[in-house]
């Protein structure tokens, strides 16, 4: 796994003489002595929170000369958490944090989706004297600012003090960043964290009642942490929630979908934001928060990309003709999804579609936007269900690895491969000749998308 993996960048900013350098030299070689500038440094795998993953950290520095400033903001760029370091006995470096290198380090987090994650580092905690401001008091409005920042502790380079620990919090930073799960300037969880979180509930509420019982809980809680919650804990559990302001977090005794999401809320205002993220990757999230593709493989083998394999066993399997095309297992299961949320009318308006996707990042048709094929819709543009169908069947035929991981957001009880046949549709001069049976649900995909 290890070889296919971008390596993890922390990369240590701050003022000259604060002991960027000084740290390395201690936690890497635990050496007194260090260069002016180490070049970049692979951490040792026992310091390695995720051994999978080669961690570096890159020293930079803080001259303003053009080369330096440059390379500095080039590692930046490549950042996959920044640690900016201050010195307790250089009150200006202190300062600087936030006029100089909160700046730099967002000026390089530029076009990505979410910044870069922040650990902030007092060094020379042991020249700290009692007439200084402690190192909460100098935090507390920085912190209040500046969202991005993780964590931040004192360390002291030469004594030796909180080396490791800083080391830890900075890939724990990386690991389990809180920005794309939760929005800080609105105190909310992000849109996508959400989305996830209505999914998973709906996966674990196994009877689809729309409620967690207490059984239902404990399995979600096993497969997450590996062990059961105690009656008293998940007593507790509830207690917090039916605390909440939320009007109905608690039903018949289990979690609503509300009292679900508000509860990883709870988690990620205490600080607990690995636990969503390992309750998020049990459930094959990736760093994104979009499912990993290999949920939607479609051959077993567990090496090669998704896409390579699926392409390599359709091309083994397909003759000229043949498309993949779902099971009438999966038509079902789409059909019984499109009169779960029709309500009676025999066809999906936009918000009914936007329901049905509520646990999915992206609509798989938002590329035939603004509106669907004309024989998909009714005249008013809402989906029939012969149009879903021949979505979906479109879908499974022009791109299937796309249409097996909207199956997989939409909870398809199933192994995601066994949704998917190979069916020959066509005799090579454009003639129908479905061999097994014609559908009548599910126009074939030339028409639909015509
Ligand atoms: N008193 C004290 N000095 C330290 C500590 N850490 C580093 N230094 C010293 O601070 C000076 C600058 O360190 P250096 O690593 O070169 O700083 P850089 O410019 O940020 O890389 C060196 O003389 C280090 O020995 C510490 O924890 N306490
Ligand atoms: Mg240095």
Same mark, same amino acid.
């Given at each position: 796994?290890?070889?296919?993996?971008?390596?993890?960048?922390?990369?240590?900013?701050?003022?000259?003489?604060?002991?960027?350098?000084?740290?390395?030299?201690?936690?890497?070689?635990?050496?007194?002595?260090?260069?002016?500038?180490?070049?970049?440094?692979?951490?040792?795998?026992?310091?390695?929170?995720?051994?999978?993953?080669?961690?570096?950290?890159?020293?930079?520095? !803080?001259?303003?000369?053009?080369?330096?400033? &440059?390379?500095?903001?080039?590692?930046?760029?490549?950042?996959?958490? !920044?640690?900016?370091?201050?010195?307790?006995?250089?009150?200006?470096?202190?300062?600087? #944090?936030?006029?100089?290198?909160?700046?730099?380090?967002?000026?390089?987090?530029?076009?990505?989706?979410?910044?870069?994650?922040?650990?902030?580092?007092?060094?020379?905690?042991?020249?700290?004297? /009692?007439?200084?401001?402690?190192?909460?008091?100098?935090?507390? /409005?920085?912190?209040?600012?500046?969202?991005?920042?993780?964590?931040?502790?004192?360390?002291?380079?030469?004594?030796?003090?909180?080396?490791?620990?800083?080391?830890?919090?900075? &890939?724990?930073?990386?690991?389990?960043?809180?920005?794309?799960?939760?929005? !800080?300037?609105?105190?909310?969880?992000?849109?996508?964290?959400?989305?996830?979180?209505?999914?998973?509930?709906?996966?674990?509420?196994?009877?689809?009642?729309?409620?967690?019982?207490?059984?239902?809980?404990?399995?979600?809680? =096993?497969?997450?942490?590996?062990? /059961?919650?105690?009656?008293?804990?998940?007593?507790?559990?509830?207690?917090?929630?039916? &605390?909440?302001?939320?009007?109905?977090?608690?039903?018949?005794?289990?979690?609503?979908?509300?009292?679900?999401?508000?509860?990883?809320?709870?988690?990620?205002?205490?600080?607990?934001?690995?636990?969503?993220? &390992?309750?998020?990757?049990?459930?094959?999230?990736?760093?994104?928060?979009?499912?990993?593709?290999?949920?939607?493989?479609?051959?077993?083998?567990?090496?090669?990309?998704?896409?390579?394999?699926?392409?390599?066993?359709?091309?083994?399997?397909?003759?000229?003709?043949?498309?993949?095309?779902?099971?009438?297992? !999966?038509?079902?299961?789409?059909?019984?999804?499109?009169?779960?949320?029709? =309500?009676?009318?025999?066809?999906?308006?936009?918000?009914?579609?936007?329901?049905?996707?509520?646990?999915?990042?992206?609509?798989?048709?938002?590329?035939?936007? /603004?509106?669907?094929?004309?024989?998909?819709?009714? #005249?008013?543009?809402?989906?029939?269900?012969?149009?879903?169908?021949?979505?979906?069947?479109?879908?499974?035929?022009?791109?299937?690895?796309?249409?097996?991981?909207?199956?997989?957001?939409?909870?398809?009880?199933?192994?995601?491969?066994?949704?998917?046949?190979?069916?020959? #549709?066509?005799?090579?001069?454009?003639?129908?000749?479905?061999?097994?049976?014609?559908?009548?649900?599910?126009?074939?995909?030339?028409?639909?998308?015509?």
């Amino acid at each position: 796994m290890s070889e296919h993996k971008k390596p993890f960048r922390i990369v240590l900013v701050g003022d000259a003489g604060v002991g960027k350098s000084a740290f390395i030299a201690r936690l890497v070689f635990n050496a007194s002595q260090s260069p002016v500038l180490f070049p970049p440094v692979q951490l040792p795998i026992p310091l390695c929170l995720d051994e999978s993953t080669p961690t570096i950290l890159v020293d930079t520095s !803080a001259s303003e000369e053009t080369e330096a400033r &440059q390379q500095t903001d080039e590692a930046l760029e490549s950042a996959s958490a !920044a640690v900016i370091m201050f010195a307790a006995d250089q009150p200006a470096s202190l300062e600087h #944090v936030r006029s100089r290198w909160v700046p730099r380090v967002r000026a390089a987090a530029k076009g990505r989706r979410y910044p870069i994650p922040l650990v902030i580092i007092c060094n020379k905690g042991e020249l700290r004297t /009692p007439q200084m401001p402690s190192m909460e008091d100098q935090m507390v /409005p920085i912190l209040r600012d500046i969202s991005e920042i993780e964590t931040c502790l004192e360390v002291s380079v030469k004594e030796g003090h909180n080396i490791q620990e800083a080391c830890m919090f900075a &890939q724990k930073a990386v690991i389990c960043p809180t920005a794309p799960l939760f929005d !800080a300037d609105h105190q909310q969880l992000t849109p996508e964290c959400t989305c996830a979180l209505h999914r998973l509930f709906s996966l674990c509420d196994r009877d689809g009642d729309g409620i967690l019982s207490d059984y239902e809980l404990n399995e979600f809680q =096993k497969k997450c942490f590996d062990a /059961p919650l105690t009656e008293e804990e998940i007593g507790n559990i509830k207690g917090m929630l039916r &605390q909440s302001e939320l009007t109905e977090a608690i039903r018949d005794n289990g979690l609503t979908i509300p009292g679900f999401v508000y509860l990883h809320l709870l988690f990620i205002m205490k600080g607990r934001v690995e636990a969503v993220w &390992q309750v998020l990757r049990s459930f094959d999230y990736d760093e994104r928060l979009m499912l990993k593709s290999c949920v939607a493989d479609l051959t077993p083998s567990p090496k090669s990309s998704h896409e390579t394999r699926l392409r390599a066993r359709l091309k083994a399997a397909m003759k000229p003709g043949d498309v993949l095309e779902l099971t009438d297992e !999966a038509l079902d299961f789409l059909t019984r999804l499109f009169r779960g949320h029709d =309500k009676g009318r025999g066809f999906l308006t936009t918000d009914d579609l936007e329901q049905i996707f509520l646990g999915d990042p992206s609509n798989p048709w938002a590329m035939l936007r /603004p509106a669907f094929p004309r024989c998909t819709r009714t #005249v008013d543009g809402d989906i029939t269900l012969d149009g879903w169908l021949a979505l979906w069947s479109g879908t499974a035929a022009l791109d299937p690895p796309t249409a097996g991981l909207h199956l997989a957001y939409l909870c398809y009880p199933k192994p995601i491969p066994s949704a998917f046949e190979i069916r020959t #549709v066509c005799d090579g001069r454009g003639v129908i000749r479905n061999e097994k049976h014609v559908r009548p649900l599910a126009p074939s995909i030339s028409s639909c998308m015509a």
